[in-house]
């Protein structure tokens, strides 16, 4: 139990911290050990030994409900997540691990999206879980589930990164789809420990989670300025490829892929081109 102790603690401190708008680490990028011992050395006496009586109580209760979780450096851990800039300290999982292993692309869009675009992003995931690449995405409404679904269909495996607490699902209306990815040997997790409610800073806060766990993005459909928008920047800042999907987009649908476009990103239809993206721009498969 005591290595988890460090990590636990950090990673809850720096989870309050972020719920106040405060942030605990101020040079992103150092080794995640570092980052951790730094979180603890700000921290009182008594907020040390308040949040390490809660992580205790989080390790109870995420046995109880059958949890996976893991630390920097511990087994299970995705090595690709150490590369961004403030990877977290801890995560929890359900699901098979082995679902981190393919190499990822996350696609991601609009919960508006209309049923064309939906169609079209259901399709290149099924192409792109057929070529052995796992598919990342959120697990919210629209375009998310529509990237689940495809790489289900395919009989591939799919990762939801969520924005609560592992003993809820969030859409409620996506129950049947996170047992869906369960049974197709897939993965849940989330940074948010069990008890954590869908509070509106959980889901740009994970995104870069998304972003950790793919050496590429695809922007389906989505508005300028839009969720999806900000998580393609987050992962041009990580160094990751960006790539942005149109196929049945109509009227406002187009407006963010447009604007990545005019920005450099390039425009792909179909998964072949995805790899050929992510080989010409020299990311390990």
């Not at 102790?5 to 990028?29: D, Q």
């Not at 150092?30 to 951790?36: L, S, T």
């Not at 928008?229 to 800042?237: K, M, N, P, S």
Request: proline share 6%; net charge neutral; with cysteine.
């Amino acid at each position: 139990m005591t290595p988890w102790l460090p990590w636990g603690v950090a990673h809850l401190a720096e989870l309050e911290a972020l719920s106040r708008r405060r942030r605990l680490r101020t040079e992103p990028g150092i080794d995640p050990g570092a980052a951790r011992d730094r979180v603890l050395e700000s921290l009182s006496r008594v907020d040390r030994d308040r949040l390490t009586s809660r992580f205790l109580d989080l390790l109870d209760n995420s046995e109880r409900l059958g949890l996976k979780m893991s630390h920097p450096g511990s087994f299970g851990w995705p090595g690709l997540l150490s590369d961004i800039s403030a990877p977290p300290f801890m995560l929890w999982m359900k699901g098979d691990p082995a679902a981190l292993h393919p190499p990822g692309i996350a696609i991601v869009g609009a919960r508006e999206a209309g049923s064309d675009s939906l169609l079209a992003v259901t399709a290149l995931s099924r192409e792109v879980a057929r070529l052995g690449l796992c598919v990342v995405s959120g697990m919210a409404r629209g375009v998310d589930g529509a990237a689940h679904l495809g790489a289900l269909a395919a009989s591939g495996r799919t990762i939801a990164v969520v924005g609560t607490g592992l003993d809820r699902v969030y859409p409620a209306s996506h129950r049947f789809l996170e047992t869906e990815i369960l049974a197709g040997g897939g993965l849940v997790l989330s940074e948010f420990p069990p008890g954590d409610l869908p509070e509106a800073w959980h889901f740009p806060h994970r995104n870069r989670l998304i972003v950790g766990l793919s050496v590429a993005v695809v922007a389906g459909p989505h508005r300028r300025r839009s969720g999806t928008y900000i998580t393609a920047r987050i992962a041009l800042e990580e160094g990751r490829e960006v790539l942005v999907f149109d196929g049945g987009a109509r009227g406002w649908e187009r407006e963010g892929p447009d604007l990545l476009e005019s920005e450099g990103s390039r425009r792909i239809g179909s998964a072949q081109e995805i790899l050929s993206a992510i080989l010409s721009g020299g990311e390990a498969i």
